[in-house]
T-cell receptor
Framework: QKEVEQNSGPLSVPEGAIASLNCTYS??????FFWYRQYSGKSPELIMF????GDKEDGRFTAQLNKASQYVSLLIRDSQPSDSATYLC??????????FGRGTSLIVHP | DAMVIQNPRYQVTQFGKPVTLSCSQT?????MYWYQQKSSQAPKLLFH???????NEADTPDNFQSRRPNTSFCFLDIRSPGLGDAAMYLC?????????????FGDGTRLSIL
């Protein structure tokens, strides 16, 4: 069974710091990963998509994928209170039905 | 703007009284999904349609049904809601294919059971 593991947190960081969110997965065949942000009471919103080893940067967000270690992470630079949310890692695993992690709660305090 | 729209945003029903949640999309995506999400948990897939092909997850209760009358619309019917069915229900769409297409979520319907 494909599994995607995330620490539920909460991860608490001060405003302006780098927040590092991590995700591990069991399916070695997984080629791509999505990061979704979900504010409390709202639906998930896609913020990053990565499918190759290495880093992908988009503004303050950087996704990192290490297929050998089956590890994907999301770095948020210059964290803002508005980044406080739950971050869901999802692996399509080669199909159109992704497996979601349980999400990591991030709190950015002023 | 192309989008996924869920109605209603909030639904209150009585224990055992049938309820229908709706989802529409203007993205012309092949796949439509229904998820149930409870507090601090990952979204749990209930069903999905790839075009007209219906796929039911093995652990989806029989109490839950779905309909997709056309490409744009999909409905979730809960025949006899129990207290444990109180949750956020999320509709999502994607192009399908090999898995490199992200899902697009509606705003969700928050279901409460009295």
């Amino acid at each position: 069974q494909k599994e995607v593991e995330q620490n539920s947190g909460p991860l608490s960081v001060p405003e302006g710091a780098i927040a590092s969110l991590n995700c591990t997965y069991s399916d070695r065949g997984s080629q791509s990963f999505f990061w979704y942000r979900q504010y409390s009471g709202k639906s998930p919103e896609l913020i990053m998509f990565i499918y190759s080893n290495g880093d992908k940067e988009d503004g303050r967000f950087t996704a990192q994928l290490n297929k050998a270690s089956q590890y994907v992470s999301l770095l948020i630079r210059d964290s803002q209170p508005s980044d406080s949310a739950t971050y869901l890692c999802a692996s399509p695993g080669g199909s159109y039905i992704p497996t979601f992690g349980r999400g990591t709660s991030l709190i950015v305090h002023p | 703007d192309a989008m996924v729209i869920q109605n209603p945003r909030y639904q209150v029903t009585q224990f055992g009284k049938p309820v229908t949640l709706s989802c529409s999309q203007t993205l012309n995506h092949n796949v439509m999904y229904w998820y149930q999400q409870k507090s601090s948990q990952a979204p749990k897939l209930l069903f999905h349609y790839y075009d007209k092909d219906f796929n039911n997850e093995a652990d989806t209760p029989d109490n839950f049904q779905s309909r997709r009358p056309n490409t744009s619309f999909c409905f979730l019917d809960i025949r006899s809601p129990g207290l444990g069915d109180a949750a956020m229900y999320l509709c999502a769409t994607s192009l399908g294919g090999d898995g490199n297409q992200p899902q697009h979520f509606g705003d969700g319907t928050r279901l409460s059971i009295l």
